[in-house]
């Protein structure tokens, strides 16, 4: 066989594409073609914060209707999505209510109960992910406390992508990269946690047993009658992104950089110490065995919304308007829950400003300094909590995702965090995803093996840290009075 023809399903929560890779084992040559594109965003419907989730499955089926018109022979079909959302089925594998987005409002003060009720250590301890107010374990006891009329008619729970695989084949499937995001599965059994479980009133019937990435699901049939397989991927788009990003050895740390930043390194063994727990470090799963220990970070969300408000629509104009600007005039906590989905961002970023005795951002530049300036500020802080988590400093910083293409951004972070960072590939998810399928299809080894394929056919960029720009100075003044203040408590 002279090529193998893979088909990525790649869904964020602002767009999601429908991506061909074709790839030639002779020459290890890997390349992607953007078949079909769309939107994603939330949408407001009986007083929550939904998806369209039909929508999406049309947008998708459109896509790979596209691909089988072209007479394209797909070896085989993968889809990854964000975390933690879910859709509800009854026993005949219809939808139960709505896909209720993580940004609504439902979970607001569940965290708390929980911790309060079964204690911070040992939900960490249990599952090992960070605390985060939309985690799956909140969204479900929400959904049990205040829709109990649609309990009743509950018979299977799917994760997003689980969803779209069973909408493709018919087949039911919980894939463990993204079961772990739920704060709901076990670290130590890779399964379900039954006290976590019953804590949300769930029914442990709703879930079948996760299962690692590499299986396939099931087949979808094309309109030309061809049965192509659905294969698991690691579903979850930054465990995705992860499999993509060419780490250059083992002490490189990564950041999938998208509506969310993730930052993190890849570990054999999760880290669940008291250290983890205090800086609220996540052990989500990952292929081929690894976790993957990172923080989430707010992320271009931020932007974003501001973008829209504002009605900016000429990016790259706004960043270089942005780049002439001094630094750090304006600093804020992305990682703020006041940003998780208020009413106006740009109100918000500026009442945060105002609240903390700052001058207040008032233009479309000054609002992107103040988000550029503190994410670069909170990657430094994130990154020096990994650090000193694993006892050693990191050698190299992977960007990969859309977000790595500002190179604003990239070379602030650079500066902040005082190390080399290396941005690309753009595709991180879609080619992690096919990274799977292709082995799934024994056409690669592992994922080593894959990072090399993507090294070799996909262009990286370096950016030196500056220890002189102004945020590199602001960062270290930070850095000294939190330890000063450490070592006088």
């Not at 596209?66 to 999505?81: A, F, N, P, Q, Y």
């Not at 985060?132 to 994760?159: D, G, S």
């Not at 493709?168 to 479980?197: C, F, H, P, R």
Request: charged share 20%.
């Amino acid at each position: 066989m002279t090529s193998r023809h893979c088909v990525a399903v790649d869904l964020g929560a602002s767009s999601g594409r429908v991506m061909l890779a074709s790839y030639v084992p002779a020459q290890r040559a890997l390349s992607l073609r953007e078949i079909h594109r769309f939107g994603n965003c939330l949408q407001k419907q009986d007083g929550v914060e939904t998806w369209d989730i039909d929508s999406l499955e049309a947008e998708i089926r459109t896509g790979l209707n596209k691909v089988c018109d072209e007479g394209i022979l797909i070896d085989s079909i993968g889809i990854d999505t964000w975390g933690v959302d879910f859709v509800l089925l009854d026993a005949s594998g219809d939808r139960v209510g709505l896909p209720v987005a993580y940004r609504d409002s439902r979970t607001d003060g569940v965290m708390a109960r929980a911790i309060e009720q079964l204690g911070k250590a040992d939900i960490y301890g249990r599952s090992g992910i960070q605390f985060l107010p939309f985690n799956t374990l909140y969204q479900l006891r929400a959904l049990v406390e205040q829709q109990p009329e649609l309990v009743a008619n509950v018979a299977h729970v799917l994760l997003i992508p689980d969803y779209f695989s069973y909408r493709l084949t018919g087949k039911m499937n919980w894939e463990y990269t993204n079961a772990t995001t739920t704060q709901l599965v076990n670290i130590n059994s890779d399964n379900w946690d039954e006290n976590l479980l019953n804590w949300t009133g769930a029914s442990a019937n709703w879930f079948g047993t996760p299962t690692h990435p590499g299986n396939v699901i099931g087949h979808w049939i094309c309109p030309q009658k061809n049965e192509i397989p659905v294969v698991a991927v690691a579903s979850h788009d930054t465990a995705s992104a992860v499999i993509a990003s060419p780490l250059a050895d083992k002490d490189a740390a990564y950041l999938s950089s998208g509506t969310w930043s993730l930052m993190g390194f890849e570990s054999k063994t999760p880290y669940t110490c008291e250290k983890s727990l205090a800086a609220n470090i996540t052990n989500e799963g990952g292929a081929e065995g690894r976790y993957r220990v990172l923080k989430n970070i707010m992320g271009l969300w931020l932007l974003q919304r501001v973008l829209k408000e504002q009605n900016i629509t000429d990016l790259a104009r706004l960043i270089a308007d942005t780049e002439k600007l001094p630094a750090c005039r304006f600093v804020i906590n992305p990682n703020d829950d006041r940003f998780i989905n208020p009413h106006n961002m740009s109100a918000e970023i500026q009442t945060a400003c105002r609240e903390s005795a700052q001058p207040v951002p008032q233009t479309p530049a000054e609002l992107a300094r103040c988000i550029f300036d503190s994410l670069a500020l909170l990657y430094a802080d994130v990154l020096n909590e990994l650090a000193t988590l694993r006892g050693k400093p990191f050698s190299q910083l992977h960007i990969v995702g859309g977000g790595c293409q500002n190179q604003l951004l990239n070379q602030l972070c650079a500066d902040a965090c005082g190390i080399t960072v290396v941005a690309g590939p753009v595709e991180a998810s879609t080619l992690g995803n096919i990274g799977i399928q292709l082995m799934t299809l024994d056409e690669l080894s592992s994922v080593d093996d894959f990072r090399a394929v993507v090294t070799h056919n996909y262009p990286l960029t370096t950016f030196t840290p500056n220890p002189c720009h102004e945020i590199a100075r602001y960062q270290a003044q930070f850095l000294q009075k939190r330890l000063t203040k450490e070592l006088c408590a």
